[in-house]
């Protein structure tokens, strides 16, 4: 198993990263925040999982050991994927999920895409035993501060994401007054917001 990789950022694509590790550029497939965090040059380290499956070998890469763990164990309920699992992470941080299980926060399921009610009390119930309890380490839970091309970052989300241009377009209209009230807007943050406005005109 590949548990992390470090080296420069080659590429950046809307839900991966290329990291060049020995001369080699390994494909490493992100959520969002994590990706805002990346600069194509700059040096990275990715905790990563590897996903195995007939017909692909897929590497999935998380800003922290904890949330690779989370992922990984979100893969454990019936019915989720890695493919699922990741979109619960690009909405939710690993602390904000486990808080959502211990409360039975259906809500916070259900904003993620893909995730009905019916879904997201069986996943409740699955999880119960299995993420633990919430940390409570502080910070912000969601995001991390970006203080210039929020926009593009947020739209190239929501098209990793699998939502058609024209409806990344509208979301980011939808959050730009909340943004633009904020002085570090946070793309988790607003990744959060916008996939609720599109969760309501679908």
């Excluded at 470090?6 to 925040?33: F, H, R, T, Y």
């Excluded at 007939?54 to 019915?79: C, I, K, N, P, V």
Aim: hydrophobic letters at 45%.
């Amino acid at each position: 198993m590949i548990a992390f990789v470090s080296g420069p950022v080659a590429a950046l694509a809307p839900d991966a990263a290329v990291v060049e590790v020995g001369g080699v550029g390994m494909a490493i497939q992100c959520a969002p925040n994590t990706l805002s965090t990346l600069r194509i040059g700059q040096q990275t380290k990715l905790a990563t999982s590897l996903v195995v499956r007939e017909d692909s070998l897929t590497l999935y890469g998380f800003a922290d050991d904890d949330e690779r763990q989370t992922f990984e164990l979100l893969q454990t309920a019936s019915g989720v994927g890695p493919r699922l699992a990741l979109a619960m992470l690009a909405v939710h941080s690993p602390d904000a999920l486990r808080r959502a299980v211990a409360t039975g926060d259906e809500k916070a399921l259900t904003a993620v895409p893909g995730i009905g009610k019916k879904g997201a009390q069986k996943l409740l119930l699955e999880y119960k035993d299995r993420l633990g309890e919430p940390l409570g380490t502080g910070g912000p839970a969601i995001g991390t501060p970006v203080t210039s091309g929020w926009s593009d970052q947020l739209h190239a989300a929501l098209i990793g994401l699998g939502y058609a241009s024209r409806e990344a377009d509208e979301a980011v209209a939808a959050v730009t007054p909340q943004a633009e009230a904020s002085e570090k807007p946070q793309v988790g943050q607003l990744l959060k917001a916008a996939l609720q406005t599109l969760n309501r005109t679908r």
